[in-house]
């Protein structure tokens, strides 16, 4: 997760910045169990694989999307916040 992380960041920091992308949309997890509730994780904790693209409504990775404003999705915490 972290090096795929840091190289979007590289790829599509500026992106990321115009659609308004968010620190929990991008590296949330559940504030008291952590990845166990996908529906809080961030694009970049689910996500896994180098982005290929960045949209406003959703973020690319090869065949998996992460997509943004899922109905009913939780917000997280940043991962480097959480404590078992």
Avoid: S
Avoid at 3 to 22: K, R, S
Wanted: some cysteine.
């Amino acid at each position: 997760m972290h090096a795929v992380a840091l190289e979007a960041l590289d790829q599509f920091a500026d992106d990321l910045v115009v659609h308004g992308w968010t620190t929990a949309e991008l590296f949330a997890v559940h504030p008291k169990i952590g990845t166990m509730r996908v529906d809080t994780c961030g694009a970049f904790v689910i996500g896994g694989r180098r982005t290929t693209a960045v949209r406003a409504d959703r973020i690319e990775f090869g065949l998996t999307t992460y997509y943004r404003n899922v109905p009913g999705a939780g917000v997280g915490i940043p991962v480097w916040d959480f404590r078992w």
